[in-house]
């Protein structure tokens, strides 16, 4: 069982409870206009066109791109070149590859976090290494979309310990602009799996000039607030570092605006607001 991993941070502090092994896989099913890591979308395609652009000899290729890991310098200038919009740093890692990695730093970790791009389309590797992770006495988190409807999916839910869920838009219309997908199943994620006490974290970013923030932090509230008021609800400033500008405008909106968010998520029932500020 094999997954195809953009990159591995091996201490996050961000991306759940705790000390978390993080491991973001390749590939989305959203386009999402303000995307901050958009090369994590497309897979590659191996056209090559970024082997010269590397100023360190660390691509070459053959049926497709290999990437020396020990070689790259991150200065992405790959990225930057790639035509597909896409990343040659990618590998294939099995289960048995990433918990030997896991293992070397295992007495420091609170637990295992996959994200991505939009880890539930490499579902089974999900479910494989989150019953190996079990025996090893962390805990896994899965930081998904919501796309995929995982309330149907028994087998991965028994085995993992809470979702992250990204609600990005309340409305049908305002969510298929945003991402080219519609947020039907998204919704139906969030009510359900906090109705099974599967939810850890709930995130929405604040766009200006883009999305009804006001609409979306108003009903997103009011469904967390009804079911499990003690999730937490996070709050995220729209920041234009890493996005396609040429895909949006827009700007990060001033703390003034987030706390007048966050004080209307408070009285719709939620108890444990967070922004970044």
């Given at each position: 069982?094999?997954?195809?991993?953009?990159?591995?941070?091996?201490?996050?502090?961000?991306?759940?409870?705790?000390?978390?092994?993080?491991?973001?896989?390749?590939?989305?099913?959203?386009?999402?206009?303000?995307?901050?890591?958009?090369?994590?979308?497309?897979?590659?395609?191996?056209?090559?066109?970024?082997?010269?652009?590397?100023?360190?000899?660390?691509?070459?290729?053959?049926?497709?791109?290999?990437?020396?890991?020990?070689?790259?310098?991150?200065?992405?200038?790959?990225?930057?070149?790639?035509?597909?919009?896409?990343?040659?740093?990618?590998?294939?890692?099995?289960?048995?590859?990433?918990?030997?990695?896991i293992e070397e730093v295992r007495p420091f970790l609170s637990g295992i976090t996959?994200?991505?791009?939009?880890?539930?389309?490499?579902?089974?590797?999900?479910?494989?290494?989150?019953?190996?992770?079990?025996?090893?006495?962390?805990?896994?988190?899965?930081?998904?979309?919501?796309?995929?409807?995982?309330?149907?999916?028994?087998?991965?839910?028994?085995?993992?310990?809470?979702?992250?869920?990204?609600?990005?838009?309340?409305?049908?219309?305002?969510?298929?602009?945003?991402?080219?997908?519609?947020?039907?199943?998204?919704?139906?994620?969030?009510?359900?799996?906090?109705?099974?006490?599967?939810?850890?974290?709930?995130?929405?970013?604040?766009?200006?000039?883009?999305?009804?923030?006001?609409?979306?932090?108003?009903?997103?509230?009011?469904?967390?607030?009804?079911?499990?008021?003690?999730?937490?609800?996070?709050?995220?400033?729209?920041?234009?570092?890493?996005?396609?500008?040429?895909?949006?405008?827009?700007?990060?909106?001033?703390?003034?605006?987030?706390?007048?968010?966050?004080?209307?998520?408070?009285?719709?029932?939620?108890?444990?607001?967070?922004?970044?500020?």
């Open positions: 069982m094999k997954a195809l991993v953009n990159k591995i941070i091996p201490f996050s502090l961000v991306d759940g409870e705790g000390n978390r092994f993080s491991v973001f896989l390749q590939g989305c099913n959203f386009h999402c206009l303000y995307c901050h890591n958009p090369e994590t979308i497309n897979l590659c395609i191996g056209c090559g066109a970024c082997i010269d652009k590397c100023p360190v000899g660390a691509l070459k290729k053959d049926e497709k791109i290999w990437y020396d890991k020990n070689k790259c310098i991150d200065c992405d200038e790959c990225i930057k070149g790639c035509i597909h919009k896409s990343t040659p740093k990618t590998l294939e890692l099995s289960v048995d590859e990433i918990l030997e990695q996959i994200s991505g791009g939009e880890c539930t389309l490499q579902r089974d590797f999900i479910l494989e290494l989150a019953k190996r992770v079990k025996t090893m006495g962390l805990t896994l988190f899965i930081d998904t979309n919501g796309y995929i409807p995982i309330w149907k999916d028994k087998e991965l839910l028994d085995n993992i310990d809470k979702v992250m869920l990204d609600v990005k838009s309340f409305d049908r219309e305002e969510h298929i602009k945003l991402t080219q997908k519609p947020n039907d199943s998204v919704l139906e994620n969030l009510k359900i799996l906090l109705e099974k006490k599967k939810i850890y974290e709930v995130r929405t970013v604040i766009v200006p000039d883009l999305l009804d923030n006001e609409n979306n932090v108003k009903n997103i509230s009011r469904i967390i607030g009804n079911i499990d008021k003690n999730v937490r609800y996070k709050l995220i400033k729209y920041r234009s570092l890493g996005v396609r500008r040429d895909k949006l405008k827009s700007y990060t909106p001033e703390d003034e605006y987030m706390k007048k968010l966050m004080d209307m998520a408070k009285m719709n029932g939620c108890n444990n607001v967070i922004s970044s500020l």
